[in-house]
């Protein structure tokens, strides 16, 4: 049936099934291993009765076993993901997360205290430099 796609609806269809998979595989990875996290800026938590869970659980199988017949079905390939490439250019898009932040920037939030430069732009400008020098370990670590 691999004739039933031409190249870019095959691709239309991998993308898709492949991002609710990874979807439901995070699901299903945090059923299994809850997660209560007291981070610094956030906190995290699972809270579902058990009856739930197990039903989840039973969708997420049924999901998979469905996206893994498409895949048979319509010979689609397996993809290869590098983490650490992942993890690098996610660092890259914080580092332009964060040049985003400076004083000047956020006038267009609204008005900018004068003193608000001296004390942000500093800690941003590190934080910026640290994600880049982190990006730059998971490149170079490949290499």
């Known amino acids: 049936m691999k004739n039933l796609l031409n190249s870019s609806q095959r691709i239309s269809l991998q993308v898709s099934l492949r991002n609710f998979e990874e979807r439901l595989r ?7 291993h809850p ?11 699972l809270d579902l009765p058990e009856e739930y869970r197990a039903g989840i659980k039973s969708q997420i199988k049924s ?9 048979e079905v319509f010979s689609l390939e397996v993809d290869e993901d590098d983490l650490a490439r ?3 250019s996610e660092l890259y898009i ?3 997360n964060l040049m985003d932040v400076h004083a000047i920037k956020l006038r267009g939030y609204g008005e ?3 003193g608000l ?7 941003i400008q590190n934080l910026a430099a640290i994600a880049l020098e982190l990006a730059s370990w998971f490149r170079d670590a490949k290499s």
Request: hydrophobic content about 40%; overall charge negative.
């Open 117 to 123: 430069a001296g004390i942000l732009d500093p800690r």
């Open 26 to 32: 995070y699901a299903e990875h945090i059923l299994d």
């Open 112 to 114: 900018v205290h004068p």
């Open 86 to 88: 992942r993890i690098e």
């Open 35 to 45: 997660v209560e996290e007291e981070a610094i800026l956030f906190r995290q938590h």
């Open 63 to 71: 999901a998979l076993d469905q996206i893994r017949e498409l895949r």
């Open 94 to 96: 914080s580092w332009e």
